[in-house]
């Protein structure tokens, strides 16, 4: 005798809907607050749930706070693949992809633990195109493939990002170009 299967209809509804009422209230705190303001009871009372919901729902507040970035991941999706090309323009392509992802909502972002941010990057990715801009010579001579993979992940970073962006002082565009002036500077060979 096989198991029953039962579909919950209205309740499955109600149930993605405390979810991501959830999700919307831990991510506006996050955004406004940063962890600092951060807790179960918080993101409920915002939510407009019990604390014990937020916990059923997501376990814990790392939990939560890993659903909330998957969230941001998904909205922003993975970089596409592109055409094999010159291994200096994936540099370009990733750290222009990196910036406009990053600019589309920082507060979040800097809200969010730095290991949440660290999902979004590529560091397996980091080590291929550092293979390849070794294997095409534009290394520099004594860097390196783990110090370009370095430099390619933070050149990628939020933090990086941030730090040179600072809620529009610079545009998204200027901030790629100096990120890729600097890795430039590091990797390239003369």
Not at 20 to 33: E, G, H, K, N, Q
Not at 58 to 72: C, D, H, I, P, T
Request: aromatic letters at 4%; one cysteine or more; proline letters at 4%.
């Amino acid at each position: 005798m096989s198991p029953r299967s039962y579909r919950l209809g209205r309740r499955e509804e109600a149930v993605r809907q405390t979810r991501t009422a959830i999700l919307t209230a831990a991510r506006d705190l996050l955004a406004s607050r940063g962890t600092s303001g951060l807790s179960a009871g918080a993101v409920a009372r915002k939510a407009g749930v019990s604390r014990i919901t937020v916990y059923n729902q997501f376990g814990s507040l790392a939990g939560m706070l890993r659903e909330v970035a998957a969230g941001a991941r998904r909205e922003r999706q993975i970089l596409p693949a592109a055409e094999p090309a010159d291994p200096q323009e994936e540099l370009r392509r990733r750290i222009a992809h990196a910036c406009s992802m990053w600019a589309a909502d920082p507060a979040l972002f800097r809200g969010l633990p730095a290991e949440a941010t660290a999902e979004f990057e590529t560091a397996g990715d980091d080590r291929v195109l550092a293979e390849q801009l070794a294997a095409s010579g534009h290394l520099r001579p004594g860097c390196s493939l783990r110090e370009a993979e370095d430099v390619i992940g933070a050149v990628t970073s939020f933090q990086v990002f941030d730090r040179l962006h600072k809620d529009g002082r610079r545009t998204t565009s200027a901030v790629g170009e100096i990120l890729m002036r600097m890795a430039r500077a590091i990797l390239a060979s003369a």
